[in-house]
């Protein structure tokens, strides 16, 4: 036999066994229907919620004691309030007690205390074991049948109806909706066979426990899932302002990076000018001093392109560069003109030697100017403002304040989203300053700035 003719024969020999076990078509479609994985799946949570780990130690917390109605009482008092669900819980399982112990055909002796405590333990049982005192619940029902001797209230005797009640409204709250449907279902399905298989000539009362604890369990439910769902608002509403404070803060750093590359930039090109005209203006220069100049002009230049490369990374796509030159503080007179016409009443004061700052300073000090007395037009209309500017030793200092708003205005302030304190907040962090903003103790609001500037000697310059 040729290799041809064996490979064929192994071909085929694979091909028979392949096809030998192949499921026949629509073997395993039955199996995996949307019928049988419903089915699964809900076997699953039933053996999840009420099953596994039904005896589990899930002890009981306390009450949080900044609720809505506990945090108006007393600081003293709040420790104990937190205590209430122990307290509740207690009450029910000595009303389930007595209903057990004083109903039925058996009212004094053992049996009556027996009786008792099976409807009282099963409610205990849910500040400890929620699970488990439900099983506990269902198990003591045909035990107080046979103990009380009333046969007139089948399957749920006055405490047995009272026990599984407050059980199953405890645990419902403990868990979730889908053990609490749970426990509905198994509830109805022990009345039905309970009444069905030994319910005799008695009319059963599964009815009215089924209706009164699906309305009990229907409450707890739209409480759990409003919980639930405000729960998470509140965390995505914390997640969504800490983003957008984040881009607020990129937002206002990108602004003042495109404003001092403008200040820096003007210095470079000068630098860059006087660096290649400074030979012509000596008669015959030393080729020494040539080369000096041509290295700081080249230098200057490459520092101009590095800084158009570094501002086109940060620069929005509808950004264009401003035409007239960065504002100082020799221009808030004009600021301030602007702002009286706008109908802010201000007042300018300068104290010390008035001098020239660094580029830096004088932009970020009239920015932070401008957005304080913005922040005065928007937030206290009918106001009067005040911009103090004091040249100190050592840096400069700023002080914006404005006045409470008059009570016959007839202006609203309007909202603001806080840009403006972030962005006064980042200026001066960047020139490692200090800052201060909040209310005073009229009604008014201050920011109040101290801008660092390093005095140059001689040496350094």
Known sequence: MTTAHCRAAYLGNVTETTQ???????????????????????????REDLFNDAFAYRPLPRMATDGPLIRHLPARVRPRAARIPYAVVGALALLCFFGGSTTGGVSDGLLSLLAGLLCAVPVLATMVRPVGAFWLSMAATPVLAVVGGEWGDWPWGPG?????????AIVAIRTRPRTAAWMWALTALYGFLSEALFGGPYAGNSAPLLVLTAIVLLLISVWHIRRDARQQVTAEQTVTAHERSRRTLLEERTTIARELHDVVAHHMSVVAIQAE??????????????RAFATIRENAVAALTELRRVLGVVRAEDYEAPDAPQPTLA????????????????????TGAVRELPPGVELSAYRIVQEALSNSLRHAPGATARVEVSYVLGGLGLRVVNTAIPPNTLVKPSPGAGHGVTGMRER??????EMTAGPTDDGGYEVAVFLPVVAQTEGDA
Not at 277 to 290: C, H, M
Not at 428 to 433: D, K
């Open 20 to 46: 030998m076990r192949t499921p026949p078509p629509g073997e395993g479609a039955a199996s995996r229907s949307p019928e049988y994985r419903l089915a699964v799946r809900a076997l699953s949570g039933l």
């Open 160 to 168: 047995a109806f009272m026990c599984h009640v407050s059980v199953l």
């Open 331 to 350: 221009d808030l007179d004009t600021l301030l003109a602007n702002v009286r016409e706008a109908g802010l009443a201000v007042d300018k004061a300068v």
């Open 277 to 290: 005209a400074a030979p012509y203006r000596v008669a015959n220069p030393p080729e020494e001093l040539e």
């Open 428 to 433: 001066v962090s960047m020139l490692n300053g």
